[in-house]
C-alpha cells in the first residue's frame, strides 16, 4: 500500500494484504490445538467489532459526506441518507440472496459446502463391485450378448455424478466466496475514493485495509480449525481457510475501478459494502460464537475489536 501508487494498484495491494492475513489465520492450525473452542469464538467476536467499526468510519461516513457534497441531495445535502440508504440496503440484500440461494441447495455455510465437495469426490469413486460388473459387462459385450442395458445404466449414472460434481463445486466456490466479496470490495472502493472528498483520504483507505486484514485472521481460522476438528489433515484444513479470501484481489480491483470511472456511484458503492458488512457481521459471526455458549466472550471480543479498528481510524487517519 504505496501512496504514490495509483487507486487501482493500491486497492490490488491491499486486497492481497488481506487475503495474506486470511491464509496466516488458516495456517495457526500447524501450532494450535483444533480443539481451542474459546480461541475461536473470540477470534470471531473480534471479528465483527473491526467490521461494525470500518462499516462507519471507513465506509459509511465518507459515503454521506460525499452524497452532501454532490449537491444532488439538496443543497444542505438533508437527503444525503438517501443514497446511502439504499446503497447499504442493496448490500445487506446481495449477501442474503446470496445466503438463500445456498440454502435451497442444503448449504448453510462455508464448511457445509466444503464438506459436501469432499464427499461428493469420496462417492464418485468406483466402488470394487462398480469395477467387477464393469469388467463382467465388458466380457459380456465381448462376447456378443445383445443385452447392453446394465451398461447404459451405467454410462447415465456416470453423468448425473458428473453433473452433481459439478453443482457442487460451483456451490462450494459461491460458499467460500460470497462473504468475503463485501471485505474486498470495500477496500477497493476506499481506495478508488481516495481524494474525492476530504474524509476520503489514502490513511483512511489504508486503515480500513488493515482492519479488514486483523479481522480476517479468524476467518481464515474459523474455517481451518473445525475441518481439522472433523478429521482434514493440516494441509487441507489450510487450504480451504486460506481459498476463503482469495476472491478479495478480485473484487477489490473491480471495486476500485468502478468509482474511478464512475464518481457518482460512490456514495452507493461505499454504502453498498459496509451493508454488506453489516450483514455477514449479524447474520453469521454474531451467531456462529453464540452457537457453542461462549457469548460473554465472544461479546467481549466483539468490543475490543470495535474499540482498535474506532481508534486505529482516528489515530491514523
Not at 105 to 124: M, P, V
Not at 228 to 234: I, M, Q
Not at 258 to 270: D, G, I, N
Request: some cysteine; proline content about 4%.
Amino acid at each position: 500500500m504505496i501512496e504514490s501508487l495509483s487507486p487501482i494498484w493500491q486497492a490490488v495491494a491491499g486486497t492481497m494484504f488481506t487475503w495474506g492475513v486470511t491464509a496466516a489465520g488458516a495456517g495457526v492450525v500447524f501450532v494450535s490445538d483444533s480443539k481451542n473452542q474459546n480461541l475461536l469464538d473470540a477470534s470471531l467476536g473480534f471479528s465483527a467489532g473491526v467490521m461494525l467499526a470500518a462499516s462507519y468510519w471507513s465506509l459509511l461516513a465518507p459515503a454521506i459526506e460525499m452524497a452532501t457534497d454532490s449537491k444532488s441531495y439538496g443543497e444542505e445535502g438533508e437527503f444525503s441518507f438517501v443514497p446511502v440508504s439504499i446503497g447499504f440496503l442493496l448490500g445487506a440484500a446481495f449477501v442474503y440472496g446470496s445466503d438463500v440461494l445456498l440454502k435451497s441447495r442444503g448449504i448453510t455455510s462455508e464448511l457445509d459446502a466444503i464438506k459436501n465437495s469432499e464427499e461428493d469426490s469420496t462417492s464418485s469413486q468406483p466402488s470394487t463391485n462398480e469395477v467387477q460388473d464393469k469388467q463382467g459387462t465388458k466380457l459380456r459385450k465381448r462376447k456378443g450378448s445383445p443385452d447392453d442395458t446394465s451398461t447404459k445404466a451405467s454410462e447415465k449414472k456416470s453423468e448425473k455424478e458428473k453433473t452433481s460434481r459439478w453443482r457442487r463445486t460451483l456451490l462450494l466456490a459461491i460458499a467460500v466466496t460470497v462473504h468475503n466479496i463485501p471485505e474486498g470490495l470495500a477496500v477497493g472502493v476506499g481506495f478508488g475514493a481516495v481524494g474525492t472528498v476530504k474524509s476520503a483520504t489514502f490513511a483512511r483507505a489504508r486503515n480500513l485495509a488493515i482492519g479488514i486484514g486483523i479481522q480476517n485472521f479468524p476467518e481464515g481460522l474459523a474455517v481451518s480449525m473445525p475441518l481439522h476438528r472433523a478429521g482434514y489433515s493440516k494441509m487441507k484444513a489450510f487450504w480451504y481457510g486460506q481459498m476463503s479470501g482469495m476472491v478479495e484481489p478480485i473484487a477489490g480491483l473491480l471495486g476500485a475501478m468502478a468509482v474511478s470511472f464512475a464518481t457518482p456511484l460512490l456514495p452507493y458503492a461505499l454504502s453498498f459494502a459496509a451493508g454488506a458488512m453489516v450483514y455477514v457481521v449479524m447474520d453469521d459471526i454474531v451467531p456462529e460464537y453464540q452457537e457453542s455458549g461462549n457469548q460473554t466472550l465472544g461479546t467481549w471480543g466483539c468490543i475490543v475489536g470495535f474499540i482498535v479498528m474506532m481508534s486505529l481510524d482516528v489515530a491514523l487517519g
